[in-house]
């Protein structure tokens, strides 16, 4: 759906700055931004992809997110449209991610060479028709996620406003390339969540791989949402040979205890070859392993494991005597053994500033498209 566009300034002959993300792209008149998605008009910018989703959502479990520490055990209504401010190589969800809405935001298509006869239908919703089936679903909360939802602005600030009258969470699964302005924004409307995935500390990787110009915007917007109370999960997805090193590992793990705390639950995730690099191969599970190990050393004190089966690396521990506390397998908990006001049995550790929200005792664990 077209709508006129925030955040941007007008410039001599018809071209416009947009201010939603870090690459703050200079957009000629009827030309789009990196993002696909944000298209100047006569001197104008609009967003074509207000309301415009790839179906009209999907019940999650919320670690599907990854959030582990964030109401464990919800559901969360998970909705997404097309388009990214990145273009990685090595993109999970491509199909996506790369995808290009027509002007009126009602069909995706592709550049891509081998897919240039694809095409996508795209549903469109109101902000009070997608308000109305969540709450028709029972989810407590609604992630924003598998494209970059940055990139939606209008709509995330619109839905927000009203989910939270309805007391209903609301999460960004987001690579954090945002800006002062659009961080505000969100912050100001009230997002409650955030898993932000910090891909390197390398400003060479961002380049190369994400093609965007440094990581530092990413480390911007994770501390401002955390100073801000929005609950912060970070993700890392572990490459072969690009991302993987110890030293890249103790970097980032340093610095998520330096600037948001040792409290922050902090992914890792196997990777798997797909989009640009077919022929790159899967993370191997020792380098995950290890990496769970670092980031422990270096002071986390939660550190998951995602997409491969990691005897700890699903489970939650205290962190004051190492007591399990919700025991994990793939997305469904196999222990519950944290008291009702959220301490540790065995040493009586108060988890209520570290995990949010209530635990769900009794989760269906469906997935399924709504």
């Excluded at 991302?243 to 196997?270: K, M, Q, R, Y």
């Amino acid at each position: 759906m077209k709508v006129k566009a925030r955040l941007f300034d007008k410039l001599d002959k018809n071209k416009v700055k947009c201010h939603v993300c870090a690459n703050e792209c200079t957009i000629l008149p009827d030309k789009v931004g990196i993002c696909r998605t944000r298209k100047n008009f006569e001197g104008v910018l609009y967003s074509l992809i207000y309301g415009s989703m790839i179906s009209s959502g999907s019940l999650d479990p919320i670690e599907k997110k990854p959030l582990y520490n964030y109401w464990p055990g919800a559901t969360a209504y998970s909705i997404a449209s097309i388009g990214c401010s990145f273009k990685c190589q090595n993109c999970q969800n491509w199909s996506i991610s790369q995808a290009n809405p027509t002007d009126n935001g009602k069909d995706g298509f592709y550049d891509l060479k081998e897919y240039k006869d694809r095409r996508m239908s795209l549903v469109e919703m109101t902000p009070e028709q997608l308000v109305r089936r969540v709450i028709k679903s029972g989810a407590k909360t609604l992630a924003y996620t598998y494209n970059e939802p940055l990139i939606w602005h209008e709509w995330i600030l619109d839905t927000t406003r009203l989910l939270k009258k309805e007391d209903i969470k609301t999460i960004l699964v987001t690579n954090g390339y945002s800006t002062p302005e659009a961080t505000k924004e969100l912050i100001e409307v009230g997002i409650d969540a955030a898993n932000i995935d910090i891909k390197s500390m390398s400003d060479e990787f961002y380049k190369t791989i994400c093609g965007v110009k440094s990581v530092q915007p990413v480390l911007d917007t994770a501390k401002r949402f955390k100073s801000s109370g929005i609950h912060i999960e970070i993700t890392n997805l572990i490459i072969p040979d690009l991302n993987d090193s110890d030293a890249e590992i103790e970097s980032l793990s340093n610095w998520i205890v330096d600037n948001l705390g040792d409290d922050t639950p902090t992914h890792f995730s196997a990777y798997h070859p797909d989009f640009k690099q077919p022929s790159m191969t899967r993370t191997p599970f020792e380098t995950l392993d290890r990496a769970y190990n670092i980031a422990k050393k270096e002071g986390i004190n939660y550190v998951y494991v995602g997409n491969v089966s990691h005897e700890k690396g699903g489970n939650t521990y205290c962190p004051n005597c190492n007591h399990l506390i919700l025991g994990r397998s793939g997305y469904r908990f196999t222990k519950i053994n944290i008291t009702d006001s959220k301490k540790c049995p065995k040493c009586q550790y108060d988890f209520s500033n570290d995990i949010k929200g209530e635990v769900n005792r009794k989760p269906s664990q469906r997935l399924s498209f709504y």
